[in-house]
């Protein structure tokens, strides 16, 4: 059984408060055959926190998603994609370019990327973000025997990457969530593998201010 997220907001409970944000009309929404759960939290001294678990096609596909979008410290955006799917448990755990000061060090991330490096990453197709994914960003696909390690790579990136959130500094809020917003409205205005699916069935109005006030927090771009 694959990591559920749940395990993973406790690991970010651990070291942040969160405050759950009501989602209205946007905590369900019924995309290319999956349906959605939403949840956005406030992660007190840290930014946005959001969840989405999709599930669907008679329980042969699955897919969960967890953002973390750091707003007052100067560290990346943090992306969690899993999806299983005919008998496949893929994982995407990638880092984005959103800092102010770009030379802090990710050696804790770095860490855990080796020690996975036996299993191959998965050719990632060239999108319009390439140049701000960090290279610690990784694609693993594998069949169930590979899922129990797959879990232990979730969590053990996700604590290294709330120490590198633990010795990141503080940071300009409003500053911050601007070149944060590069992300949010890039995907807007270029697409991506699930956003192409939620602006297909769910229109532009819909899917932006799902991305803006719920699953990345920017808000409208300033």
């Not at 560290?75 to 994609?81: G, H, N, R, V």
């Not at 633990?166 to 911050?176: E, F, L």
């Amino acid at each position: 059984m694959k990591v559920c997220l749940d395990a993973l907001l406790s690991t970010i409970v651990k070291s942040y408060e969160l405050v759950e944000k009501p989602a209205g009309e946007f905590a369900t929404a019924k995309v290319s055959g999956l349906t959605f759960q939403v949840k956005s939290f406030y992660a007190k001294g840290l930014g946005n926190v959001s969840i989405m678990s999709g599930k669907g096609m008679m329980g042969l596909m699955a897919m969960d998603t967890l953002v973390i979008n750091p707003f007052e410290l100067d560290a990346p955006l943090f992306s969690y994609d899993r999806i299983h799917a005919m008998g496949n448990d893929t994982l995407l755990l990638e880092l984005y370019e959103t800092r102010l000061d770009k030379g802090q060090s990710l050696s804790e991330v770095d860490s855990v990327v080796m020690a996975f490096g036996d299993i191959p990453n998965e050719v990632v197709p060239e999108r319009w973000y390439k140049s701000i994914t960090l290279p610690q960003s990784i694609k693993k696909k594998g069949k169930k025997a590979l899922t129990p390690r797959f879990d232990d790579m979730v969590l053990k990136y996700l604590a290294a990457y709330i120490e590198v959130l633990g010795r990141a500094p503080a940071c300009d809020i409003g500053a911050k969530t601007k070149a944060a917003s590069v992300y949010t409205e890039g995907l807007l205005d270029n697409g991506g593998a699930s956003t192409d699916a939620f602006l297909k069935a769910k229109g532009k109005e819909y899917t932006a201010t799902l991305f803006r006030d719920y699953l990345f927090g920017t808000g409208e771009p300033k």
